[in-house]
């Protein structure tokens, strides 16, 4: 590792995350971790924690990523979310990964080649996303009839994602329902595993009777991403109008009321590359956005937006010695400047994100979802593993 600026992530609070989540939602049989977008960001060597706490499946959006995992691991069941081009069958194959047939088509040209080993798949329907999947009862028992006939092919799942919480919207019920009329030609009772449910599902939902697998992704590192009310007017009012569309819909049962002890297992650091002593009425940074209207002192911290930290950035805080300090000026490729005082040295470590300065506040600030903000970490950035305070692996590409 060359440079001091990486992301931290601790296992002992993955693992932490995964047995209270398995203790708490004890009636699947198949917990499926996601670990698209590098593990949110956290990079695939928390597979290895997550398996060892229970999670007994993973899935990934792309076949470089179920080779990342079989690095790790050679024997976890890794189900690939898109469909892989077919072109790369023996690759497939031969790291043992497990593929969704979207539509006929697909499942036609899969047939057509010419294979020996068996290939697990996984229906995939599409219940009101329309993105992936089948969306036509006649179209699946003709799938599952072609599939029973080509000994080959091992149908181990069926699944569909929701395009919606399903907190006071009638989209969730209708993709719910809209699913049992896709499949209702087949009999679901023989197919070993149905998964329907992502984090915010498991958190608001009642267990759907005939799922026994749940995808479970933001959880897993640490985020309770269900909507909460506090005793403010507009929330009050939000409160009011989500009970008139529960009543006025018959939306099923949901629950906001879910507290679980989850613990954010990322951090984001830097360092001091230098510290200037700015005087009033100079500019700092790119395109003279920031002129000092007083003598300041001011930090160049060798992060940018090469490293998942773009110009958003800018006027939010960072933390030094457990102490807010704001970006200024225009946040470069690899840098970026820092307000600061005379207490702080060079030698001090900058947290761009993490205790002190949330995630979830980063992400407000610059107008994303959490999820874009861990997913537009680079892998490029080194990943520093903790267990027990200690160091335990580096991950570098």
């Not at 294979?115 to 329907?125: G, N, T």
């Not at 309770?224 to 005793?231: E, L, R, W």
């Not at 200024?328 to 400047?337: A, D, P, Q």
Request: hydrophobic share 40%; with cysteine; aromatic share 10%.
């Amino acid at each position: 590792m060359y440079r001091n600026t990486y992301v931290e992530v601790n296992l002992d609070h993955i693992n932490n995350n995964v047995k209270k989540i398995l203790k708490k939602y004890d009636d699947y049989q198949y917990y499926i971790g996601v670990v698209k977008g590098n593990a949110y960001g956290h990079g695939m060597y928390v597979v290895k924690e997550m398996i060892s706490s229970g999670i007994n499946y993973l899935a990934v959006s792309c076949l470089e990523e179920a080779i990342d995992i079989r690095y790790y691991d050679k024997k976890i069941p890794i189900l690939c979310l898109e469909p892989i081009s077919l072109k790369y069958i023996d690759d497939i194959i031969s790291n043992q990964v497990t593929i969704i047939i979207p539509n006929l088509e697909y499942l036609k040209a899969l047939l057509k080649l010419n294979f020996v080993s068996k290939i697990k798949i996984h229906l995939k329907i599409d219940s009101g996303m329309h993105r992936l999947g089948f969306s036509c009862k006649d179209l699946v028992k003709e799938a599952v009839t072609l599939i029973e006939n080509d000994k080959r092919i091992i149908l181990e799942g069926i699944f569909t994602h929701f395009a919606t919480t399903g907190i006071a919207d009638k989209n969730w019920d209708q993709q719910l329902n809209n699913f049992k009329e896709i499949t209702s030609l087949i009999d679901l009772s023989k197919i070993p595993i149905v998964h329907m449910g992502r984090s915010l599902t498991l958190l608001t939902h009642p267990k759907i009777p005939f799922c026994n697998g749940i995808r479970l992704g933001i959880i897993l590192y640490g985020f309770n991403t269900t909507p909460k009310y506090s005793n403010s007017f507009l929330d009050k009012l939000r409160q009011i109008k989500a009970n008139y569309l529960i009543k006025k819909y018959d939306i099923s049962e949901t629950s906001t009321d879910n507290d679980i002890d989850l613990i954010q297992s990322l951090e984001l650091y830097s360092e001091i590359l230098q510290i200037k002593k700015v005087k009033k009425g100079e500019y700092v940074g790119y395109g003279t956005s920031f002129r000092a209207l007083n003598d300041i002192i001011v930090a160049t911290v060798g992060i940018g937006y090469a490293d998942g930290i773009g110009r958003k950035h800018s006027g939010r805080s960072v933390v030094i010695n457990k102490k807010r300090y704001p970006i200024i000026g225009e946040v470069g490729m690899n840098m970026l400047s820092v307000l600061i005082d005379d207490t702080v040295k060079q030698t001090d470590i900058v947290k761009i994100m993490g205790d002190g300065i949330s995630i979830r506040e980063v992400s407000y600030y610059i107008g994303n979802s959490t999820y874009e903000t861990l997913a537009m970490l680079p892998k490029s950035l080194p990943r520093v593993y903790i267990k027990n305070n200690k160091k335990v692996y580096i991950e570098e590409i």
